[in-house]
């Protein structure tokens, strides 16, 4: 674990993250992040936009795929609502030589070596937690940490975004945090070739009237403004074929006819995710029929 020295005080780093995330399509949303941490000249700071939209639409993906592009390390942290503030700055640990040990979280590990610093979910931090990064959302750029005793200014390569969730179950951030969270990047539902794509990518074994019938599911729904993202296809279609594999690749059993991947697919929907998305699959599948896989 790299470590540096900060006014007399030792920090171990962690590693920035190697994720198999990959951005498709929206190239669109990609320049917005990124013109938001387009610095113009020496008075210019980067800004620290935070990306909105349904849970599994890929806010965290693009976000990965943005600090990537831009060739810097990225550093994933989670917020949730137990999130303090000395889990974001520092935290102090007892080593095994029963020494205090002080390890810097993702964020600060980003700060110092100018990465990208992805806060996932963060409408579930509390204002305290939020309250402790102000000064580094601003032309200050730097945070304080209790624990140790220092004060840490960030690297002129470092750059932050924060995913947030627009479900209920959230803290409603004060406007000073806001105001320093900017600009609001919107994700909504790609379009369906788009869809298709990333369905394709993330389920290089699955043959194409899977990804059909899986697209077709995803597209009525958005069109009925259900929730269900293209996170849910994705487990979806892995369920059912991995289902379908265990059975033998649908082989007749106990005297029942041979059951085809789209019987599958409607029964995998019921499990990841409810009955209302299993009758999508069932109008879809009464459309076109139960052709053999």
Known sequence: METIVIEGVELHLVEPDQVPMSWVGQPELVTQVLAAWLVLGEDDLPLSPRLLGKPGIGKTTLAYHAGR??????????ATMDTRPEDLIVTPVISEERQIRYTASPVVSAMIKGGVAVI?????????????????????????????????????????????????STFELPEY??????????????????????????????????????????????GADERYSVRDGINIARYALKRFARDGGGQETAGEPKRTKAVYLKEAASMILDATAAEYFKELLDKVGHEKD
Request: glycine share 2%; with cysteine.
């Open 69 to 78: 592009v831009s060739d810097r390390p990225v550093y994933l942290f989670q």
């Open 120 to 168: 996932d979910e963060g409408n579930r931090m509390s204002e305290k937690s939020w309250a402790s990064l102000a000064p580094l959302l601003d032309s200050r750029r730097y945070v304080e940490s209790i624990v140790a005793g220092i004060k840490i200014k960030a690297h002129p390569d470092f750059r932050l975004c924060t995913t947030m969730n627009d479900d209920a």
């Open 177 to 222: 945090i806001h105001s320093r969270l900017q600009p609001q990047i919107h994700i909504d539902f790609p379009e369906r070739e788009e869809e298709r794509l990333i369905l394709k990518k993330n389920l290089p074994f699955a043959d194409d009237k899977i990804l059909d019938y899986v697209v077709g599911f995803l597209q009525a729904a958005h």
